[in-house]
């Protein structure tokens, strides 16, 4: 099956039930035994819900894994995973992970004895040095959020296996439409599926997707224990985005390539980062391993005053958190996402002031590009 039928026909496509060819949503908690343990693979929605499996289904597919989990939030899912270390136990993490997955490693999952290190994975030897005795898992990002950093997902698990560790990837950025983590040699590739799987700014959501039996019977048995779940309503949402997840994608890059065509020749515009342009120091690993280069752009204008005036300046780039949407959005990292990370940190990652991140949306990219014009101009 191609990439844009498996949206469509992959995992549960139409309902075993009635036969409806869009999965109904299960509104429900518990459901009828015939006799005590005997029921039709359903017994309490937090360990199973027929709308959250044939989304769990879904992902897993898409993925190429053994099993899929949805969970309420991308951090829900990242929480969930890093359920499966100990106390004692030790994750190098890229640096530039998204602030939340900073957070809490850095301020809940290390009260609980957890701990992390974070380096520049997208040089796979600072990856190794970090590595300790209590070592378990080497967590990317890759593209990083907001100065697209890439890391070479097949190296990084290679080396993470000769160490006997577990390689997971936040593939948000590039969806499994673009690049598929596990194929690549990775464990364990997780999604805030709240961002370009749903694709429509209605649904918080993460996704889960694991290569083996083992790890299967894990992250399930903490799924169901903390009950991070997503609702069936979320579930159907995401299910329906996903569809047209192939079609989302490619029209994102067509406007982000012209968009950064746009910015890269304007003289307020100092540095541009996007993993397309040939001159980014990880072009050829990206190209390699991802089909597609995403919509998420970030480009420095200086300085704080003139990021302010371009965010309040625009029309049809809405200034909000988030990112994956059919509507462009634009963020100033250092204020809004990456807030949480402390200052000195940002600094020493290149989050500047004035560094702006859009993430590219479905208007007609002649209106976007006149909207960042006018908006530099003012
Ligand atoms: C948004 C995001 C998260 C967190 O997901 P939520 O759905 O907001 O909880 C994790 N990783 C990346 C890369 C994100 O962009």
Excluded at 7 to 17: A, E, M, S
Excluded at 68 to 91: K, Q, Y
Excluded at 202 to 213: K, M, Q, R, T
Excluded at 261 to 284: A, I, R, T
């Amino acid at each position: 099956m191609k990439k844009k039928t498996k949206l469509i026909h992959g995992g549960i496509p139409t309902d075993p039930q009635t036969g409806a060819v869009s999965t109904p949503i299960y509104q429900v908690s518990t459901y009828k035994q015939d006799e005590v343990g005997k029921h039709k693979g359903f017994e309490y929605s937090r360990s199973g819900n027929p709308t959250r499996h044939a989304l769990e289904e879904l992902i897993k597919d898409l993925e190429g894994g053994e099993r899929g989990f949805a969970f309420g939030s991308g951090m829900a899912a990242i929480t969930a995973v890093m359920m499966l270390f100990n106390s004692g136990d030790h994750v190098v993490l890229t640096d530039d992970v998204y602030g939340g997955t900073y957070r809490v490693m850095t301020k809940v999952l290390n009260r609980l004895g957890i701990e992390s290190t974070f380096v520049d994975s997208s040089n796979p030897a600072s990856i190794e040095e970090a590595i300790r005795d209590n070592t378990k898992a080497v967590y990317i990002e890759t593209p990083t959020n907001p100065l697209l950093k890439i890391t070479d997902i097949k190296e990084a698990a290679s080396l993470a296996k000769k160490h006997g560790l577990l390689t997971i990837v936040d593939n948000t950025f590039s969806t499994p439409y673009w690049q598929n983590p596990l194929a690549l040699g990775a464990d364990i590739v997780l999604h805030s599926a709240t961002k370009y799987l749903g694709g429509h700014s209605d649904v918080v959501a993460g996704l889960v997707v694991v290569n083996s039996d083992q790890l299967a019977e894990d992250l399930f048995f903490v799924q169901n224990s903390t009950g991070g779940v997503l609702g069936p309503q979320d579930s159907w949402l995401l299910i329906r985005g996903i569809k047209t997840l192939g079609l989302r994608m490619e029209e994102h890059e067509i406007n982000t390539k012209k968009i950064v065509d746009f910015l890269l020749q304007h003289p307020k515009v100092s540095k541009v980062y996007y993993p397309g342009l040939e001159s980014h120091p990880n072009h050829e690993i990206a190209k390699a391993q991802a089909s597609g280069f995403g919509g998420m752009v970030s480009f420095d204008v200086g300085s704080e005053e003139n990021a302010d005036r371009l965010l309040t300046n625009t029309k049809y780039f809405t200034l909000a958190e988030s990112l994956g949407a059919v509507e462009s959005l634009i963020s100033v990292p250092a204020r809004m996402t990456h807030a949480s990370i402390p200052k000195d940190r940002r600094d020493e990652l290149g989050i500047t002031d004035g560094l702006v991140r859009i993430s590219v949306g479905l208007e007609d990219v002649e209106d976007l590009i006149e909207d960042i014009d006018q908006a530099l101009s003012k």
